[in-house]
């Protein structure tokens, strides 16, 4: 039944496919199509092809045609959309959505898949790892400006990458202006706009000779809050025997304020490159890590430092690519983490304890990871290029840190060291993780790229695991690609996952295992000329031991499996000479092994981004989004997760003389009611998103 359906939509996506180049052909005429011309245009592919040293093209004149489904940004393009923050470009990408936990640590969703988890999609910040370990996901980096961002390619799917980091439901690859590629840029910028928010940053490039330097980072603050609640307590869950803190659950203003600064560096000499990357994120407390309404000052902090130093040298038909780096990143509460007036049972549940002014808590853990990796590229044989090498890291914690009031007895903001007797992490984590990999990408003919391989990891906390992928890619003519794939690939679990201890909201489970998928994929692509196109792409996902915690126990379990299978479309055209639409619509749906339905996923997500040039030097433009109702999971009573429609507009001024731009903003212009499902057994309602906001950016180039 599913493969019909599957053949059923490619065939329906094809017939579509031929009537848009019907239609477009009324306006032009096709390129020449002899046997030749495809022979010398397929040879500067697969040249091309060579430069996808990342998640896919170092350019973005050739994405048509690389083995994967993939959907290239441009940095500009998005200024003036009005998009300001990576976060915000993310949400256009045909297929994603938006999740976010009681910390406010929001992650994409690619294709419905376990939106209640992390690091099922990998961000790459100029090739480097952005993903933390203890939650493995990047939510700092979404507020990102998208005045530092040269180009955002999504993949999505797995097995996309060859350089030993799992790209699960798919992987975001963020390129800054440190590529080389084009002149130097050199600009500052601001906005101000809603909840206080200020931001300020600049990019900075030059070259000389063998030597390249580029330099960019960023502050951001805001005083956001939203309303929120009733929190857990609702629930039931902090109830215990006879006792009832369920009058004691809190409605209000929840701590969503953001500080961050950000500071990146790169330089290149010769077959070197020296990469460095920090941010120091700081976030309110949100909706409180136990699921009960914090403070107004409470907050966490998660700051991430990267490093890496790599070095890329071709000899003859061998090219060698060498990198060695490491990372920290840490995870600090601080905050109240019970309300005034519970009773709770004490630290050996023998008797219990009323906690007039509330239970506060410091909790830090901090994580470094390690990593050497070698891949070595030969181009000897013909109509091939053969890739194979490893990846050696070590992940740890070096320091965890536990203070809270007095778990025996009420001693208010006075704090007790728990650090060594009831740690909140397992001090002595620890994961050791060596992968494989073997990639051929071959020319069959003049129309056929082949791209197979397979990467084998071996962790010291699970199995051996094997994680193939194949992929053909066919060029029938100049407009028309069609693409089938098959990939395998996983997800190791998170030190939250793992190694939460001593804490009821979440309990970690060593034993659990990594998440699994097994993607299959067709697309057709047709392309109208070198920058319009329309893509459809139907996918079936097969998900083994997706890992959650909705249990009233809050433990983390291998708990269910998921097949997951739809389509998505996506077009970007022009309509008029002076303008650029670009539109997308996905569907999604599938069942876990109970047969129950997908759940807290949007089933429909559609969105149209407008740009209209006025003049050289004025434009509009306007984003809408449509997302529609989420489910629950089996045995939540509550109702669904409401659809929403938003509206964005933006007008942009360019003034070319003196290089400088004024952009003008609304986000959410209809004032549309926008929540993100909340877990089970956590708050009663949704997490609120924004209202209305406005912003006002200026950006000077040099």
């Known amino acids: 039944m599913k493969i019909t359906f599957v053949v059923a939509l490619l065939l329906f996506f094809n017939d579509a496919v031929l009537l848009a180049e019907d239609a477009k052909s009324t306006q032009q005429e096709l390129l020449p199509t002899n046997s030749s011309h495809l022979s010398s245009v397929t040879q500067q592919i697969n040249q091309d092809l060579e430069r996808f040293t990342q998640t896919a093209t170092e350019t973005k004149v050739n994405e048509p045609y690389q083995p994967y489904i993939i959907t290239v940004l441009n940095g500009k393009d998005l200024e003036k959309f009005g998009i300001s923050t990576l976060g915000e470009a993310l949400e256009l990408i045909p297929g994603v959505d938006i999740a976010t936990d009681l910390s406010d640590v929001k992650t994409p969703v690619f294709r419905g898949s376990n939106p209640f988890a992390f690091g099922q999609v990998k961000l790459l910040i100029d090739g480097m790892l952005a993903n933390d370990a203890y939650v493995d996901g990047f939510a700092g980096y979404l507020y990102m400006p998208i005045e530092i961002v040269k180009r ?19 992987s975001i690859q963020v390129i800054t202006y440190a590529e080389e590629i084009g002149e130097p840029v050199n600009r500052i910028f601001a906005n101000t706009g809603s909840y206080d928010q200020v931001v300020g940053g600049f990019v900075s490039s030059f070259t000389e000779g063998k030597f390249h330097f580029h330099a960019d980072g960023y502050y951001h603050k805001d005083n956001k809050t939203l309303h929120a609640g009733p929190d857990t307590a609702a629930t039931g869950i902090y109830n215990f025997g006879p006792i009832d803190n369920t ?49 107004e000052d409470d907050s966490i902090k998660m700051p991430a430092y990267l490093l890496e130093l790599g070095w890329d040298e071709r000899f003859g038909n061998l090219e060698a690519i060498v990198k060695i780096g490491t990372k920290y990143d840490s995870f600090r509460s601080d905050a109240r983490l019970i309300t005034p007036g519970f009773t709770l049972p ?39 290029q053969i890739t194979v090498g490893y990846r050696l890291s070590r992940e740890e914690t070096y320091n965890v840190v536990t203070k809270t009031t007095d778990r025996d007895s009420d001693s208010g903001t006075n704090l007790v060291d728990y650090s060594q007797t009831r740690p909140f992490s397992e001090p002595d984590a620890r994961r050791d993780i060596a992968m494989f990999s073997l990639q051929d990408q071959m020319e069959i003919g003049a129309k056929i790229g082949l791209l197979y391989g397979i990467n084998i990891e071996k962790t010291s906390l699970s199995e051996i695991q094997y994680d193939p992928r194949i992929s053909l890619v066919y060029q029938s003519d100049m407009q028309r690609i069609y693409k089938a794939i098959y990939s395998r690939s996983h997800r190791n679990p998170s030190w939250q996952e793992l190694f939460t201890i001593n804490n009821s909201a979440r309990v970690g489970n060593p034993a659990l295992k990594p998440e699994t998928v097994d993607a299959f994929e067709l697309a057709v692509i047709q392309k109208f000329d070198s920058s319009s196109y329309l893509q459809a792409d139907v996918f079936y996902l097969i998900n083994k031991d997706q890992i959650d915690k909705n249990n009233a126990q809050h433990l983390y379990l291998n708990n269910h499996n998921t097949n997951i299978y739809g389509l998505e479309l996506e077009l970007s055209t022009q309509i008029l000479p002076q303008d650029r639409l670009y539109a997308s619509y996905s569907y999604v749906d599938g069942f876990d092994d109970q047969n129950y339905p997908l759940a807290n996923v949007a089933h429909h997500l559609a969105k149209v981004s407008y740009l209209y040039n006025f003049t050289s030097q004025l434009s509009a433009g306007t984003v809408l989004k449509y997302v529609s109702s989420k489910s629950r999971t089996e045995g939540d009573l509550r109702s669904d997760t409401p ?14 003389p003196h290089r400088y731009d004024i952009t003008f903003s609304v986000k959410n212009l209809a004032d549309a009611y926008v929540v993100y499902p909340s877990e089970p057994n956590t708050y009663v309602n949704d997490y609120p998103q924004d209202d209305r906001t406005f912003l006002l950016s200026l950006s000077k180039e040099f």
Do not use: C, M, W
């Open 247 to 295: 009058p004691l659950a809190q409605t209000g203003e929840a701590p969503l304020q953001t500080t961050t600064y950000a500071l990146g560096l790169q330089l290149d000499y010769d077959a070197f490159t020296f990469k460095a990357r920090g941010t120091k994120f700081t976030h309110g407390s949100a909706y409180g890590i136990n699921g009960l309404l914090p403070q």
């Open 152 to 170: 955002i390619e999504v993949v999505r799917g797995p097995g996309s990458r060859t350089d030993g980091i799992n790209a699960y439901a798919g």
């Open 346 to 384: 004490n630290s050996d549940n023998t008797g219990v304890v009323t906690y007039t002014d509330g239970f506060f808590g410091i909790h830090e853990a901090d994580q470094r990871t390690f990593y050497q990796s070698t891949y070595l590229k030969y181009y000897g044989i013909d109509d091939h």
């Open 643 to 656: 659809s929403y429609i938003t509206a964005d507009f933006s007008a942009r001024y360019h003034n070319i």
